[in-house]
């Protein structure tokens, strides 16, 4: 009788223990599974009163202020996000004195894609002078390509005017620029300059 007692107790124990054993394991996994599925998608660097200054080979090509920067860098895409606005300036080596500017109520930027993207009250002004003023843009630096499907308006350094209703396409360093639906008021003596002799 002893005998048999000592093997249902130890029956029993063992059957609890493999209890514990999978009641752990299972918890062990259903932490996992909640962890795993947790959202990474908050800022892992967020600067405040932000100032930076971006240099190529001792140049400064750029200049950017914003209330708050906050960097996401542990998700897939990793990317910048200024939400509460942003200033940039923009050097050329050929006019180093007279940057260009960008002002934006939001600004977003794929480093790893080189894309870029600004919205609300977009102004830019170039270091030629034109003023460009639309709701949304975006750059893709790899193709050196900046578009919108807004509407655009510009305001050339002659005072003339033009408005992109569809919008436009334009070289990064607005070399040259395509209007979609575009009308405007410009100055004769331009549209005569830029007549080609035949």
Same mark, same amino acid.
Request: proline share 3%; charged share 25%; glycine share 6%.
């Given at each position: 009788?002893?005998? #048999?007692n ?8 063992c @059957? ?14 259903? #932490? ?6 947790k ?15 971006q ?6 090509? #750029?200049?950017?202020?914003a ?5 996401? @860098? @542990?998700?897939?895409? =990793? ?14 080596k050929?006019k180093?004195?007279v =940057?260009?500017k960008i ?16 919205k609300?009250?977009?102004r ?17 630096? &790899?193709k ?7 509407? !655009? ?9 033009? !408005? ?9 360093d ?11 008021d410009?100055?004769? &003596?331009? @549209?005569?300059? &830029?007549?080609?002799?035949?």
């Amino acid at each position: 009788m002893n005998f #048999l007692n000592k093997i249902s107790y130890k029956n029993i124990a063992c @059957l609890f223990s493999c209890a514990i054993f999978f009641v752990l394991t299972s918890c062990e996994e259903d #932490l996992t599974k909640t962890n795993g599925s947790k959202s990474k998608n908050f800022p892992s660097q967020i600067i405040n009163n932000a100032n930076i200054i971006q240099r190529d080979s001792g140049f400064i090509t #750029l200049k950017a202020k914003a209330p708050i920067i906050e960097k996401y @860098l @542990l998700i897939d895409s =990793p990317y910048t996000v200024a939400r509460k606005g942003i200033s940039i300036e923009f050097f050329d080596k050929k006019k180093p004195k007279v =940057p260009g500017k960008i002002t934006a109520k939001y600004a977003r930027i794929f480093e790893y894609k080189k894309f870029y993207e600004a919205k609300g009250n977009v102004r830019i002004t170039t270091n030629e002078g034109q003023r460009f003023a639309m709701q949304s843009i975006y750059w893709d630096q &790899k193709k050196r390509n900046i578009y919108t499907k807004d509407t !655009v308006y510009v305001t050339m350094e002659d005072g003339s005017t033009l !408005v992109g209703a569809n919008g436009m396409t334009a070289k990064d360093d607005f070399s040259e620029y395509t209007f979609f639906n575009n009308s405007g008021d410009f100055s004769t &003596k331009r @549209l005569e300059e &830029k007549k080609t002799p035949q």
